[in-house]
Nanobody, 127 residues
Framework: QLQLVESGGGLVQPGGSLRLSCAAS????????IAWFRQAPGKEREGISC????????DYADSVKGRFTISRDNADNTVYLQMNNLKPEDTAVYYC????????????????????WGTGTQVTVSQ
């Protein structure tokens, strides 16, 4: 089973920043749309950002727009999520996923067509 590996989570104070990484060793990420999801305890999994293959079109959930930035480094086969001005409500397990070539939500909370997943990294925003 092809898998992604997330890293970069941790404990940060409100207003702080973290950069999450999503890497793969067995397949090439640039050929896929890559999405970041998060899931807080007792809540549904939420798709928060996505970057398409090819042109690298990006999409963000309203909850993170203006604070989070998704990017690719094809040379390193890694996708990043830069998270600034973090808030306590950003506390969750963050997952990356790969699938398809476009970012498709169709009005729901998740990006569709994701085939490969990581195991997640915990982000905690607290004093």
């Amino acid at each position: 089973q092809l898998q992604l590996v997330e890293s970069g989570g941790g404990l940060v104070q409100p207003g702080g920043s973290l950069r999450l990484s999503c890497a793969a060793s067995e397949f090439t990420l640039e050929y896929y749309a890559i999405a970041w999801f998060r899931q807080a305890p007792g809540k549904e999994r939420e798709g928060i950002s996505c970057i398409s293959s090819g042109r690298g079109n990006t999409d963000y959930a309203d909850s993170v727009k203006g604070r989070f930035t998704i990017s690719r480094d094809n040379a390193d086969n890694t996708v990043y999520l830069q998270m600034n001005n973090l808030k306590p409500e950003d506390t969750a397990v963050y997952y990356c996923a790969a699938g398809g070539i476009m970012c498709v939500k169709k009005g729901g909370p998740v990006y569709l067509g994701m085939e490969f997943w990581g195991t997640g990294t915990q982000v905690t925003v607290s004093q």
